[in-house]
């Protein structure tokens, strides 16, 4: 019963998570939902039970560094698939820094799930409740960046923390599951469901608003420095 409990959880966050993104993501001038992107997650969520729920896609002995070679790879693969589709890296890149940092608020809702599942012994105690704190933590911290950058209220310093935080939690996260973890749990745990799907979205979803940082501070200096030499001429 307990099985069948925790995995409806998982795929019911991972539907909450795509039904969130395709909200933010239509949060623009033609007000659109993105329903071809919606249906592609949602066919990558199908793909990804398929393979965990009949344990088809890692052999159960497999090696911690092997496993998070995998995790890098997949998250190297998502990143090829979101930026080699010029109509997907158009969108991606016009995002503004309030929906990159919106769309780290659903892990809100996947740190209260880790918590849950730590509290019913479905995972390690203290990696559950850890996790579940840095999730929620990281979820809120996007959200208040977001905030703060929608006011004007010293909003870059904000978006630079949560990234930071919420990078370094993601990659702690999935080293820990694969170096520590993975003979408790095994590699088809409901945990995965996490790790393939949102983890690799919001790891880009960083790195793009990252890079959109540290672009508007360099134009921002060109700009000071045009200025300054025009007033000494």
């Known amino acids: 019963m307990f099985s069948n409990f925790f995995v409806s959880s998982a795929i ?5 998570m795509i039904v969130y993104t395709m909200w933010v993501l239509s949060l623009n ?3 659109k939902m993105p329903w071809s992107i919606g249906a592609a997650m949602f066919a990558w969520l199908f793909g990804l039970h398929f393979f965990i729920s009949n344990q088809l896609v890692f052999p159960r002995n497999i090696s911690g560094i092997s496993f998070l070679m995998i995790i890098f790879a997949a998250v190297g693969l998502v990143g090829a698939m979101l930026f080699s589709i010029p109509a997907i890296r158009k969108r991606l890149l016009e995002l503004t820094q309030e929906q990159l940092m919106l769309m780290q608020g659903i892990r809100v809702f996947f740190g209260a799930g880790f918590l849950m599942q730590a509290a019913l012994a479905h995972m390690p105690l203290n990696f559950g409740l850890i996790d579940g704190f840095t999730h929620v933590t990281a979820g809120f911290l996007g959200l208040v960046a977001a905030f ?3 006011k004007g209220l010293y909003g870059k310093s904000r978006v630079l923390f949560a990234n930071i935080f919420g990078l ?3 990659l702690i996260v999935a080293s820990s599951i694969a170096l520590v973890l993975l003979p408790d749990m095994g590699p088809h745990h409901t945990m995965m469901y996490a790790v393939f799907l949102p983890a690799p979205l919001w790891l880009w979803f960083h790195v793009i608003s ?6 508007s501070s360099a134009n921002a ?4 420095n045009v200025k300054s030499v025009n007033a000494v001429i």
């Open 12 to 16: 019911s966050l991972d539907v909450l």
């Open 29 to 31: 001038k033609s007000g």
């Open 148 to 150: 703060t950058v929608s």
């Open 168 to 170: 370094a939690d993601i």
């Open 210 to 215: 990252l890079w959109k940082l540290y672009s």
């Open 221 to 224: 200096s060109v700009a000071i």
